[in-house]
T-cell receptor, first 119, second 112 residues
Framework: GAVVSQHPSWVICKSGTSVKIECRSL??????MFWYRQFPKQSLMLMAT?????????EQGVEKDKFLINHASLTLSTLTVTSAHPEDSSFYIC???????????????FGNGTRLTVT | GQQVMQIPQYQHVQEGEDFTTYCNSS?????IQWYKQRPGGHPVFLIQ?????EVKKQKRLTFQFGEAKKNSSLHITATQTTDVGTYFC????????????FGTGTKLQVIP
């Protein structure tokens, strides 16, 4: 159980275009989804926290107008990289928590990640 | 903001040797979780520690949470090639805020 599906697995786009990444919890409801960015050989950097039905909370230094997050339902969150540039090339991973009474103690379940390359 | 550091950054061990990674948070944690990420893969949850001084075991893996709830360790006994990967600790800040901060990670390489 607790499967998170992320799509697409990889995408190559031209500079200036926008890319949408989907994150779905397949067999559970996710109160909260998190979007991370990971550079090669580095740790996961939290970009934003996405709560169903409300605005995402962005981490310091993350441009909310560039990285648009929509959490329309308890099973789907999307990250749109707008007007992508080569420096946005990275590995983006979403994660979700199972909705429980004390959800802050729930482990994170990760999607397989999306490798974005902007040319 | 909260920082979570891990040491060492890299570790090469001969198969059969033991391995330990240490995790230190700049702030007191509500809980700590450990994840393993294989090369090219995504992080996979291993375990969660909540209580001060807690020790948990999973076969050859032993996890500890410090008394002050600011540090943790993962010890692997008699490493195997299947243990290869990067191990991350991830701390939930005290106070109920839901954000989990990942440690810098320790990459383990096991030489057969």
């Amino acid at each position: 159980g607790a499967v998170v599906s992320q799509h697409p697995s990889w995408v190559i786009c031209k500079s200036g275009t926008s890319v949408k990444i989907e994150c779905r919890s397949l067999d559970f409801q996710a109160t909260t989804m998190f979007w991370y960015r990971q550079f090669p050989k580095q740790s996961l950097m939290l970009m934003a926290t996405s709560n169903e039905g409300s605005k995402a909370t962005y981490e310091q230094g993350v441009e909310k107008d560039k990285f648009l997050i929509n959490h329309a339902s308890l099973t789907l969150s999307t990250l749109t990289v707008t007007s992508a540039h080569p420096e946005d090339s990275s590995f983006y991973i979403c994660s979700a928590r199972v909705r429980t009474g004390s959800s802050y103690n729930s482990p994170l379940h990760f999607g397989n990640g999306t490798r974005l390359t902007v040319t | 903001g909260q920082q979570v550091m891990q040491i060492p950054q890299y570790q090469h061990v001969q198969e059969g040797e033991d391995f330990t990674t240490y995790c230190n948070s700049s702030t007191t944690l509500s809980n700590i979780q450990w994840y393993k990420q294989r090369p090219g893969g995504h992080p996979v949850f291993l375990i969660q520690l909540v209580k001060s001084g807690e020790v948990k075991k999973q076969k050859r893996l032993t996890f500890q949470f410090g008394e002050a709830k600011k540090n943790s360790s993962l010890h692997i006994t008699a490493t195997q090639t299947t243990d290869v990967g990067t191990y991350f600790c991830a701390g939930l800040a005290s106070g109920g805020y839901q954000k989990v901060t990942f440690g810098t990670g320790t990459k383990l390489q096991v030489i057969p």
